[in-house]
C-alpha cells in the first residue's frame, strides 16, 4: 500500500477547508462563517473533492443548514437529517481560534501515521469542536479499501496532536497519554511500572507518542495559518 506523501502538497487540485470557507462567505455572506459548526471532508488525496459545512440557522428545520461546495462553487444546500456534529451544545467554531487549515492538518497527520508506521491511501477530515469548545481537526486515515487504519486529533488553534487511536501500535489513547498529563510528569510517569514485558512496551509508545507530538509542535509553525488573516485578504 502507498503511504501518502508527508510533505506539504504544493499545488493541489481540490481546495482546502478554508477555500471552501471563504467560498461559503463569497457566495452566500461574509456573516456565515461566525456561525460554522462543523467542516467535513471524507477521501481525501490528500484534499477532498467536496466539503460539507454545517452551519447553525435557527430559521432552518432543525436548526442547521448543510452547504456543500466544491471547485469554488455552492452545489447544494440542504436540512441535515443525520445528528448534528460538534459538542453536545452544537457550539459553532470561533474562527478567530483557527490556526490550521486542512493542509496543515494533512501535514501533520501523515507525519504522525509516518512516525507509528501507519500506511493510509486517502484521508477525511472533520473540523468542529472539542468538549471545551476549542476547534479540533479530527483525521481519519484509511486504507485502500476505504477502511480506517488510524485517527488523529489535531487541535486546530495550536496544532497539538491531542489523541491517537488504532496507530502506535494499535494502542487505544488511554493506554498513551491523556489529554491533561503535564509534560514534565509524563517524563517521569512510569519511573515506578514494574520492569515487566507489557510496562517496557508501553513505555516505548508514550516515548514515541511525545516525541512524535513534540515534532508536530515543531511542524505546526511551519504551516500555521490565520483563518481571519487568509478570509480577509479574500
Known amino acids: 500500500m502507498m503511504m501518502l506523501a508527508a510533505t506539504p502538497v504544493v499545488a493541489q487540485e481540490s481546495a482546502t477547508a478554508y477555500e471552501a470557507l471563504r467560498t461559503v462567505g463569497a457566495k452566500l455572506n461574509r456573516d456565515a462563517v461566525n456561525h460554522i459548526i462543523s467542516?467535513?471532508?471524507?477521501?481525501g488525496d490528500p484534499q477532498p473533492e467536496t466539503w460539507k459545512v454545517l452551519l447553525d440557522d435557527k430559521r432552518?428545520?432543525?436548526?442547521?443548514r448543510?452547504?456543500?461546495v466544491s471547485n469554488g462553487r455552492i452545489v447544494s444546500e440542504n436540512n441535515p437529517t443525520r445528528a448534528v456534529v460538534g459538542t453536545a451544545?452544537?457550539?459553532t467554531i470561533n474562527t478567530a481560534l483557527l490556526?490550521?487549515?486542512s493542509s496543515g492538518a494533512f501535514t501533520v497527520?501523515?507525519?504522525?501515521?509516518?512516525?507509528?508506521?501507519?500506511?493510509?491511501?486517502t484521508v477525511s477530515y472533520t473540523l468542529r469542536t472539542d468538549e471545551r469548545s476549542n476547534p479540533i481537526w479530527i483525521v481519519t486515515l484509511q486504507n485502500e479499501a476505504g477502511k480506517p487504519v488510524g485517527t488523529i486529533h489535531i487541535g486546530a488553534n495550536r496544532g497539538t496532536v491531542t489523541r491517537t487511536e488504532g496507530m502506535f501500535n494499535g494502542a487505544t489513547m488511554d493506554e498513551v497519554v491523556t489529554n491533561?498529563?503535564?509534560?514534565?510528569?509524563?517524563?517521569?510517569?512510569?519511573?515506578?511500572?514494574?520492569?515487566n514485558d507489557e510496562n517496557i512496551v508501553k513505555r516505548k509508545i508514550k516515548r514515541m507518542f511525545y516525541q512524535t507530538r513534540d515534532e508536530a509542535r515543531r511542524m505546526f509553525s511551519k504551516v500555521r495559518r490565520s483563518f481571519v488573516d487568509f478570509f480577509n485578504r479574500g
Not at 39 to 43: E, L, Q, S
Not at 60 to 64: E, K, L, R, T
Not at 109 to 121: M, Q
Not at 181 to 195: F, G, R
Open 109 to 121: 497527520a501523515s507525519h504522525t501515521a509516518e512516525r507509528s508506521h501507519t500506511a493510509f491511501a
Open 99 to 101: 490556526n490550521l487549515d
Open 60 to 64: 432552518a428545520p432543525g436548526g442547521a
Open 89 to 91: 451544545q452544537g457550539a
Open 39 to 43: 467542516v467535513t471532508g471524507v477521501d
Open 180 to 195: 491533561d498529563v503535564d509534560d514534565n510528569q509524563a517524563q517521569d510517569e512510569n519511573a515506578d511500572d514494574e520492569d
Open 66 to 68: 448543510e452547504i456543500e
